[in-house]
Nanobody
Framework: VQLVESGGGLVQAGGSLMLSCAAS????????MGWYRQAPGKQRELVAN???????HYGDSVKGRFTISRDNAKNTVYLQMSSLKPEDAAVYYC???????????????????WGQGTPVTVSS
């Protein structure tokens, strides 16, 4: 199973950016999908996550500015970021709780999968 992120880049403060993350592989189902970020010298922190049913959770620092959504048919999660601030600059990582089929008898296994990260730079 792979998570491939896209959409990172350079944006001016106050601007917007949308990140996408697509999951691929022998996926049976995906539970929670989310975004984390890590700035230099800081711990990785939760930005937002979304359950398969659509319920969402946001980190306090992004509430009201970021919106997470997902397309279950495409196994894809999105992060719309608005009113970006210099302190939002970080490497953004996609994360997913994935159930995969192990064999033809239908055995399953749950995995936590991470993307490779996409950098977001916000200029002041």
């Amino acid at each position: 199973v792979q998570l491939v992120e896209s959409g990172g880049g350079l944006v001016q403060a106050g601007g917007s950016l949308m990140l996408s993350c697509a999951a691929s592989g022998s996926i049976f189902s995906i539970d929670v999908m989310g975004w984390y970020r890590q700035a230099p010298g800081k711990q990785r922190e939760l930005v937002a996550n979304i359950a398969s049913g659509g319920s969402t959770h946001y980190g306090d620092s992004v509430k009201g500015r970021f919106t997470i959504s997902r397309d279950n048919a495409k196994n894809t999660v999105y992060l719309q970021m608005s009113s970006l601030k210099p302190e939002d600059a970080a490497v953004y990582y996609c994360n997913a709780g994935v159930t995969v089929l192990v064999n033809i008898e239908g055995a399953k296994r749950s995995l936590e999968v991470w993307g490779q990260g996409t950098p977001v730079t916000v200029s002041s």
